[in-house]
């Protein structure tokens, strides 16, 4: 679970220095209206860590040379509201190159993910 543990090591740091070296030149993430390249997504990740954002638990659901399938719970303080966020991952030349995000609006009661 090498890919897993560095995404979670940089986000328990709050620290996206750990990924820059991680992520493929081509990158995007790809949204329902629009794409966000390399650069967009560390800024984007740097204001995640530096606002109030809580993340209460990880999960790996698959993990290969190519792919890379994680959920997270998050906590946003300021809208008191938790979402669990399912991260699809495709990797080329070893490097993260396209990731699909599905996120949905949870209980305030969940804890961790099952």
């Not at 090498?2 to 328990?12: C, G, H, M, P, S």
């Not at 109030?52 to 190519?66: G, I, Q, R, T």
């Not at 792919?67 to 991260?87: A, G, Q, R």
């Amino acid at each position: 679970m090498e890919k897993f543990d560095r995404i979670v090591k940089a986000i328990t740091n709050k620290d996206p220095e750990v990924l820059k070296g991680a992520i493929h030149p081509d990158f995007m993430l790809i949204r329902e209206n629009s794409l966000v390249s390399k650069d967009e997504q560390l800024e984007f990740l740097q204001k995640m860590f530096e606002g109030d954002n809580e993340w209460l638990d990880f999960k790996c659901c698959y993990e290969d040379e190519d792919t890379l399938v994680w959920k997270y719970l998050l906590y946003i303080k300021s809208e008191d509201k938790k979402l669990l966020v399912t991260n699809h991952q495709a990797f080329k030349d070893n490097l993260l190159w396209r990731i699909m995000l599905n996120a949905k609006e949870v209980s305030k009661e969940l804890e961790t993910i099952t």
